[in-house]
């Protein structure tokens, strides 16, 4: 349905983390655009999978995980497909999102190549910062009263 937005869990602590200041100027650290498109992934999906949705997007990406063991939310860049760089034997059809994340934790930034890629692309992991780890939803930042508490119009109008 047009204008429909799924709310996984990675969606809404992206939006968290997006929501604060130190959290944009983070990832403007990290070559982040305000506008920029981010793809929500799941440990155990297909990098193909993943990588097709970076494609769809045409630019730079930021790719979106929580780690399954931890709960953290893991983000990286990707580029497009490079001409200039040297091309790299595709990725593994088994590779999922998590491994990939889990690569880059060690190197840092990796050239890779997708087989429905002609050119090499770089994906390199932001690194991690209290903001980016804050479990703090928006409902619980802007939480509503609940039992006990009148509301304000009621209490007015029985003033009166």
Known sequence: MPGRIVRT?????????LATREGKA??????WTPGMPIVMTQPAES????????????RAVLVAMLDPQTDELQLMHVTVPQPALQ?????????????FF???????MIEFR???????????????C???????????R????????KPALATAASNR
Request: with cysteine.
């Open 9 to 17: 869990q990675t969606a809404i602590r992206v939006a968290d983390f």
């Open 26 to 31: 983070h990832l403007a650290d990290y070559c």
């Open 47 to 58: 990098l193909n999978d993943a990588m097709g949705m970076v494609s769809i997007h045409g």
């Open 114 to 128: 997708m087989k429905f890629w002609k050119h090499t692309a770089v994906a390199h992991k932001i690194p991690a």
């Open 87 to 99: 091309v790299a034997k595709p990725s593994s059809d088994r590779l999922t999102v998590g491994e």
């Open 142 to 149: 802007y939480s509503l009263p609940t039992k006990g508490v």
């Open 130 to 140: 209290a903001a980016m780890q804050s479990q703090n939803t928006a409902t619980a």
């Open 102 to 108: 889990d690569r880059l934790g060690t190197d840092l």
